[in-house]
């Protein structure tokens, strides 16, 4: 990755950090440019970077011996077991070394699949001359981000909010005491531009720690203490004013819609990152608007978001021949990614279109989501049924090349098409825009640097039903075509060095997945029957996907989740990590497991959903102040408890423990339901300032405090023997149609264990199932508004309910 920040960060050294700003500017700035955080964007010291080392995410040892990091589990921690760095990993040993010696931490944060962090291995941490005098002078920590959340929470907040910008990887200097003095990005290892390299940083922090040491901890220290403060607000009043959740919502929509691009689609400027939260309110109040009999209005909003995700699907950010999303396009056209590909993104991203194929009833968007979600089956999910973390944006060329490179694994010569595709390659090469002398030419900041020169990102310029017009051909033998050709690039590439695959499993991550994929098994069965998929889609039963995700889920269940304790771990990767379950962890799975249970049925995903609430709320729940922390707190050398608002390219843990809160108040008793209510409450006031000033930068959040607002969520209860043909017909009609603010229960009144949770935990719900008419497989009950429409018996007959619940939502306005 390539941190647009890094080197201004450090631009006046020896200098210590002067008295921090107004709290209320950090903090804006520090959210204003958190995307920026999450995946920095490429700058000209890229360049640089490339044409020194080529990024390779690993070089020969040279004979060194491994040190402390090998026999850690991390991919990222294990790529720099061999740097001739004395690494320690986050640790007591590690800070004890540091206030012994009495020197300053070098604290280095990155992740395994990172572009930049490869970059600054090879180009400084590899290099004999800079690990010496991080050796003399400084005691030198590896983070993993993605293994230690918590850990980069702390270091990124305080460089991001101080230096208007941060990504990785994160470098930052510590007192032994764990408190930063100094922080920024990724330095080159020697000066340039009039800018420092990193054996000045180093220099310059040495000297500044022996001359300016009490300037550089007083500073450090009231930093800390200011962000602890701003960052643990707690809300002045339990009550939520009655405007908040239109206020919040209108504004978000209303400032996406002023930076939505209609040549390209998309919101904002390059580069352009699919940011699906983004996408999520534009089609919860484009639903609103059709509630209201808004219709035109309602156009528009959808019309945005086609649009946006027709261009995302089209460009070489979605990758074509092996399918799924790449983390993001460095130009405004969705053409040239940055080309690692993130779990998170791809459930994230299913979820929209599937929910946009529900709107609009174009199958287009359904394929999508199949490509995206056949590409994990495929190569992101491992023989237990985990799913893996990411995939690198680098490999080699070929066998045996010194150097790995950015997309290699993904580019294409136009020859290579010619030798591949023989008769079928002109046809290929018009629709994906190949050209001979490269096709990286479609904005100027799609390769500035002839980086990809002679090289071709594949991209759709013309849909495909133009396209095959153009040719004579019809629009079912000119995909099943371009499907074929797919296939033979395919099994060309297969044979390519594969970028690195980190196999980590992370439960957060894992239950944003297992959301998609639940929620897949029954939307996609609202496709017609007989419908001809082209690879890579495998077009098959929509049914097999929520085996996956029950296989992900008993993973997590199995060997992340402590029954004794019912606490999660964060991350596995040959056994659990040191790391405790975060407040992510807790609120992705949780709304994972909700999706499984309702879209699957097994109440067994129900039970461990709210279990899991209950210990979050003892972990993580700021029961005085409101909403929840990003940790537990129990680890001392984590210096900030966070209550976490931004929904970036990851939703915010508390949107998620809102949205999951409410859910939960509508399946139980009026007791349980009305604690639940009150701790969302609770947490929306915390942000009440934030959803009003900044609602862009926690669109999520937004989305909660409309549905909180909701004086009665729609219950649909389905009522049945649940393996019976006729019943999964009922539970497909249910979600045949767009509703966020919809619970389904799904009961099989035989199931001993079901009905005693219903007795105990919602007696209405189990009266309803008992008096269900007999001798039916499947029988619907549609809740609302404290009063339930006649049961009905067939599938044909609930959707008209459904959708007779909607117009009649649309007339009363």
Known sequence: MSPAASAPVFSHLPRPLGPPPMLSTLLLRHRLTAAAAASPTRSPLRVLAAMSSSAS??????????????????????????????????????????????VPIFL????????????????????????????????????????????????????????????WPLSVFLSPNLKPLMGGTYFPPDDNYGRPGFKTVLRKVKEAWETKRDALERTGNLVIDQLRDALSANASSQDLPNDLAVVSVDQCVEKLSSSYDPKFGGFGSAPKFPRPVEDYIMLYKYRKHMEAGKESEAQNIKKMVTHTLDCMARGGVHDHVGGGFHRYSVDECWHVPHFEKMLYDQGQIVNVYL??????????????????????????IGKE??????????????????????????????????????????????????????????????????????????????????MASKSGKALAEYSQILGACRQKLFDIRSKRPRPHLDDKVIVSWNGLAISA??????????????????????????????????????????????ASSKRLHHSYRNGPSKAPGFLDDYAFLINGLLDLYEFGGNIEWLLWAVQLQVTQDELFLDKQGGGYFNTPGEDPSVLLRVKEDYDGAEPSGNSVAAINLIRLSSIFDAAKSTGYKRNVEHLLAVFETRLRQLSI??????????????????????????????????????????????????????????????DSNNPNIAQMARSSPPGKQAVAHVCQDFKCSPPVTSPEALRQLLNKTLAATSSAA
């Open 57 to 102: 995410s690993s070089s020969p040892h040279g004979g060194r011996k491994p040190n402390r990091l090998a026999a850690e589990h991390s991919p990222y921690l294990l790529q720099h077991a061999h740097n001739p760095v004395d690494w320690y990993p986050w640790g007591d040993e590690a800070f004890e070394k540091a206030r012994a010696k009495d």
């Open 697 to 758: 930068a926690l669109p999520l959040m937004c989305c909660a405090a409309d549905m909180l607002s909701v004086p009665s969520r729609k219950q649909v209860v389905l009522v049945g023997q649940k393996g019976s043909v006729e019943f999964q017909d009922m539970v497909a009609a249910t979600f045949s149609s767009y509703d966020p603010n919809r619970t389904v229960i799904q009961i099989d009144p035989k199931n001993t264990e079901e009905m005693e949770f219903w």
């Open 517 to 562: 994929f639940a929620r897949a098994s029954q939307i996609l069965k609202s496709g017609p029957t007989g419908t001809r998929f082209n690879f890579p889609v495998t077009g098959c039963n929509p049914v097999e996907y929520v085996e996956v995700a029950e296989k992900a889920a008993n993973f997590i269940k199995q060997k992340l989740y402590d």
């Open 385 to 466: 049924g985990e799913i893996f973390s990411a995939e690198d944006a680098d490999s080699a060329e070929y066998e045996g090349a010194p150097r790995k490179k950015e997309g290699a694994f993904y580019v294409w010569t136009s020859k290579e098409i010619e030798d591949a595709l023989g008769e079928n390659a002109e046809l290929f090469k018009n629709h994906y825009y190949v050209k001979s002398s490269g096709n990286c030419d479609l904005s100027p900041m799609s390769d500035p640097h002839n980086e990809f020169k002679g090289k071709n990102v594949l991209i759709e310029r013309r849909p495909a039903s133009l």
């Open 108 to 167: 280095s944060i990155g992740y395994s699949t990172c572009h930049w962090c490869h970059v600054m291995e090879v180009e400084s941490f590899e290099n004999e001359e800079v690990a010496k005098l991080l050796n003399d002078w400084f005691v030198s920590i590896k983070v993993d981000r993605e293994e230690r959340p918590d850990v980069d929470k702390v270091y990124m907040t305080y460089v991001s909010a101080l230096h208007g910008g941060g990504g």
């Open 355 to 380: 929910d946009t194929f529900l709107i609009t009833g174009d199958e287009y968007y359904s394929t999508v989501a199949r490509n995206i979600l056949d590409y994990l089956r495929r190569d992101m």
